[in-house]
């Protein structure tokens, strides 16, 4: 079951520079960074009560970061959902005919485990399902 939006992915082009706007923004520092080398991004996070944010860095040119940048600029790159259990709903949206990016829950960020759709089944939004890790 997907439960409540886990976070918001900003694409940003340099993550420091950003830090520092939305610090201002939030009047919060983030919470976190952390660097996720299969996706070559480099992240932070803000929590604002139950709203999370994650900013996003590429670390290289093959990074869907990197590709989104510069085909659209920064900004929303994506949105990401809890789910109690990835395997379930990942089979239960396969069947239902959404586009698996990834057929296997891989690691992402914050002690997550994750899986991307398609934004080409998603009306052009790109979803992430996030199990956390117990
Ligand atoms: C930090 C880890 C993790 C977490 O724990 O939270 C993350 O959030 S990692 C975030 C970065 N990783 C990913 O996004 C992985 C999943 N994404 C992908 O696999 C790819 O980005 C993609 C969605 C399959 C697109 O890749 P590709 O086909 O190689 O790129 P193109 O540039 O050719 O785009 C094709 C098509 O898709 C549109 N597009 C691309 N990205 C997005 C997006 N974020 N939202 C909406 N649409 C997107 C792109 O504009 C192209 O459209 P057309 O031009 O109309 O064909
Ligand atoms: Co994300």
Excluded: W
């Excluded at 520079?17 to 992240?43: C, D, H, M, Q, R």
């Excluded at 949105?79 to 395997?87: G, H, P, W």
């Excluded at 949206?93 to 690691?107: A, D, M, R, S, Y």
């Excluded at 960020?109 to 089944?121: E, I, R, T």
Aim: hydrophobic letters at 40%; a negative charge.
């Amino acid at each position: 079951m997907l439960t409540n939006i886990e976070h918001i992915g900003i694409a940003v082009k340099d993550i420091n520079a950003s830090n520092e706007l939305f610090t201002k923004l939030f009047n919060i520092a983030p919470y976190k960074s952390e660097s996720v080398e299969s996706e070559g991004v480099t992240t932070s996070f803000f929590k604002i009560n139950a709203t999370k944010i994650e900013l996003l860095e590429a670390t290289n040119q093959e990074s869907a970061i990197a590709k989104f940048v510069e085909k659209k600029g920064e900004g929303i790159h994506h949105v990401a959902f809890e789910v109690d259990d990835i395997l379930t709903e990942m089979q239960r949206l396969e069947k239902e005919g959404f586009i698996l990016l990834n057929k296997e829950p891989k690691h992402g960020a914050d002690n997550k485990l994750v899986c991307f759709l398609h934004p080409k089944g998603t009306n052009g939004v790109l979803i992430e399902l996030c199990q956390e890790i117990k």
